[in-house]
């Protein structure tokens, strides 16, 4: 499998749940990104991570806790979310984290808080 | 920080026409410019991008513009095809950071 891959493609949790999305990639970059993206809202920066350290968190709620055990996945694990927090949750990857760095997206995780 | 602003939010064009799409960015310091393009059910793509020593560059039927006195910078796709029908991202990033900043997008939707 070639690109970033990211499972579970949809997701419904109830606001008690503990979840965790996840996201591979294949192409051998060395930097990882969690993006949220909602309805007319630009793409939201949530964390970056550059050789399994995490570089930039954008005060992010602590309620979303990312983990980069390798430089190939990346997780993104959710504990009493907020309806709210209901979006597209977008992965992606980039060969570095400096310079003209072309991030290349996986389809996302579509998550619904009820 | 930086700002990005898009417009317009939503784009109807026939097909064969042109369509713009214009952004501005409010750090000066920015200098690379990339266009995103986000198909039904897929991730952003990658479709071209731009950097600050650059006025223009083109790749088939599709364009971007840079002015960078105004801070301002444009996507133009011509003879607009059904399969162009998709969400358009622009975003900036100043110069020394890693991380890109946004527009809010723009739809387009291209009829037969």
Redo the contacts between chains.
């Keep these: 499998e070639t690109g970033?891959t990211q499972t579970p493609r949809h997701l419904v949790m109830g606001m008690t749940n503990k979840k965790s999305l996840k996201c591979e990639q294949h192409l051998g970059h060395n930097?990882m990104?969690w993006y949220k993206q909602s309805a007319?809202?630009?793409?939201e920066?949530m964390f970056?991570y550059?050789l399994e350290e995490r570089?930039?968190n954008n005060s992010v709620p602590s309620r979303f806790s990312p983990e980069c055990p390798n430089s190939s996945h990346l997780f993104l694990h959710l504990h009493t979310l907020q309806p709210e927090d209901s979006a597209l949750y977008?992965c992606?990857s980039s060969p570095g984290?400096?310079?003209?760095?072309?991030?290349?997206?996986?389809?996302?995780s579509r998550l619904t808080v009820l | 920080g930086e700002n990005v602003e898009q417009h317009p939010s939503t784009l109807s064009v026939q097909e064969g026409d042109s369509a713009v799409i214009k952004c501005t960015y409010s750090d000066s310091a920015s200098n690379y410019f990339p266009w995103y393009k986000q198909e039904l059910g897929k991730g952003p793509q990658l479709i071209i991008d731009i950097r600050s020593n650059v006025g223009e560059k083109k790749d088939q039927r599709i364009a971007v513009t840079l002015n960078k006195t105004a801070k301002h910078f444009s996507l133009h796709i011509t003879e607009t095809q059904p399969e162009d029908s998709a969400v358009y991202f622009c975003a900036a990033r100043p110069s020394g950071y890693s991380t890109l900043t946004f527009g809010k997008g723009t739809m387009l939707l291209v009829s037969p």
């Excluded at chain 1, 007319?40 to 793409?43: D, G, R």
């Excluded at chain 1, 984290?97 to 996302?108: D, E, P, R, S, Y």
């Design positions: 970033v930097a990104y007319k809202k630009p793409l920066l970056v550059s570089v930039e977008l992606a984290t400096t310079g003209a760095n072309v991030l290349t997206f996986g389809a996302g």
